[in-house]
């Protein structure tokens, strides 16, 4: 079932505003704003979620696209590292609990697995196959995020309560200070999308803008 268009790009700064008013009763920790040991994680931004045609189709995470572009890029000339996570389950791969829930799975293969073309992927960025919610579970993460040294994980992406959420959760249990992007994560509804960043920001991560991001790069890179 496609999702609610409860944001647009002509009114996503209005709702960011709202957004943050309910959340300010939640905050628990305002945390550094040094983002120079920081990698950006965009989880699951692929067709499946992003054409219109498919039926897992999110609005909300359409209007986000340029913003998540205009934060990679960011890393990118700050010398931050871009990671990406792509959803999609092998022939054969046992997803017992993962069938149960959602009856037809994101099949390797399909076209809608491939991340959308109106994001760049860099020749430094590492693409992370998943078939979870955890963006830490099966994948090289971690290993990748001590090589650089890094030890903030900013994240974006979809879904806010289900990848986003469980992927933060995870990256605050293995050490990593989490921050989750309130203009750059989606949801079916408003209503999820919010729940979810009250939870995290109560006892989890950091909840800041696109911009709020960018503008604490080294150098101020966005």
């Known amino acids: 079932m496609a999702g ?10 209005e709702r960011v505003a709202v957004w943050k008013q309910d959340l300010a009763p939640h905050v628990r920790y305002e945390g550094p704003g040094d983002l120079s040991r920081a990698a950006l994680l965009l989880v699951d931004l692929q067709g499946f979620f992003l054409k219109p045609e498919s039926h897992a189709y999110l609005p909300a995470a359409a209007a986000m696209v340029e913003r998540l572009e205009q934060t990679a890029q960011a890393f990118r000339q700050a ?3 871009v990671y990406w996570t792509r959803h999609a389950h092998q022939p054969g791969e046992p997803a017992r609990a993962m069938t149960a829930w959602w009856k037809d799975l994101l099949r390797e293969g399909d076209p809608l697995c ?3 073309p109106r994001f760049e992927i860099g020749p ?7 078939s979870t919610y955890n963006g830490f579970a099966g994948t090289a993460l971690t290993t990748v995020l001590e090589e650089r040294g890094v030890d903030t994980l900013v994240i974006g992406g979809v879904m806010t309560h289900l990848c986003v959420e469980t992927t933060a ?3 605050f249990c293995r050490d990593f200070h989490a921050v989750v992007l309130l203009d750059g994560t989606a949801a079916p509804d408003e ?6 960043l009250r939870t995290l920001a109560h006892g989890v991560a950091r909840v800041i803008t696109c911009s709020e991001a960018r503008a604490a790069l080294p150098g101020e890179a966005g």
């Open 191 to 196: 209503s999820l999308h919010l729940s979810a």
């Open 4 to 13: 609610e268009a409860y944001v647009t790009a002509d009114n996503l700064d």
């Open 114 to 116: 491939l991340l959308d």
């Open 79 to 81: 010398g931050n590292p």
């Open 124 to 130: 430094l960025d590492l693409v992370l196959g998943k």
């Open 169 to 171: 959760r995870e990256a």
